[in-house]
T-cell receptor
Framework: AQSVTQLDSQVPVFEEAPVELRCNYS??????LFWYVQYPNQGLQLLLK??????LVKGINGFEAEFNKSQTSFHLRKPSVHISDTAEYFC???????????FGTGTSLTVIP | DAGVTQSPTHLIKTRGQHVTLRCSPI?????VSWYQQVLGQGPQFIFQ???????GRGNFPDRFSARQFPNYSSELNVNALLLGDSALYLC????????????FGPGTRLTVL
């Protein structure tokens, strides 16, 4: 089975500052990795995904993430955050042989004006 | 194109009752997955259906059941509701269920009193 650990439950950051949200995963097989964002009272929206190929993945809204197999990490970054980025962010993993998504417990990003 | 739709948006039930939640996938998607998201936690996998057959099941009791119809829509049924079943129930659809991005609906908020 796979598992995901999001190391920070809450991350406050000032507007226009850079941010990194950390995600580590555990798996005995090759995996696919995802970041989703959830705004209050809404479902999850895909930010970006890693399936194969380049380890640096660019997503929507200026976010990017880097897959590091040796460190089993998939950290999410944005060089300059905006107030509208305030939301809950979830890292997810699925095995490349399976169909079940495993989510982390989420990181609440709060952008301070 | 319409996204994943779920009904109802909110639901209040009492302990011991039964509930049915409904999901319509994105047009052309043949796989539907169900997740339970308890407040403050990440989504937990309940079921996945592909071409009307169960492909995966998470660690949930037999009180939870689901099915997929010929038009690929799906129902999640929960019997003998417990207070702990209160959660946001999310439906996600994808083309074929493997390595594919899952697109989430807005969810159904179930409150059990």
């Amino acid at each position: 089975a796979q598992s995901v650990t999001q190391l920070d439950s809450q991350v406050p950051v000032f507007e226009e500052a850079p941010v990194e949200l950390r995600c580590n995963y555990s798996s005995s097989v090759s995996v696919y990795l995802f970041w989703y964002v959830q705004y209050p009272n809404q479902g999850l929206q895909l930010l970006l995904k890693y399936l194969s190929g380049s380890t640096l993945v660019k997503g929507i809204n200026g976010f990017e993430a880097e897959f590091n197999k040796s460190q089993t990490s998939f950290h999410l970054r944005k060089p300059s955050v905006h107030i509208s980025d305030t939301a809950e962010y979830f890292c997810a993993v699925s095995a490349n042989t399976g169909n079940q998504f495993y989510f982390g417990t989420g990181t609440s990003l709060t952008v301070i004006p | 194109d319409a996204g994943v739709t779920q009904s109802p948006t909110h639901l209040i039930k009492t302990r011991g009752q039964h509930v049915t939640l409904r999901c319509s996938p994105i047009s052309g998607h043949k796989s539907v997955s169900w997740y339970q998201q308890v407040l403050g936690q990440g989504p937990q996998f309940i079921f996945q259906y592909y071409e009307k057959e169960e492909r995966g099941r998470g660690n949930f009791p037999d009180r939870f059941s689901a099915r997929q119809f010929p038009n690929y829509s799906s129902e999640l049924n929960v019997n003998a509701l417990l207070l702990g079943d209160s959660a946001l129930y999310l439906c996600a659809s994808s083309w074929a269920g493997r390595e594919d991005t899952q697109y989430f609906g807005p969810g159904t908020r179930l409150t059990v009193l």
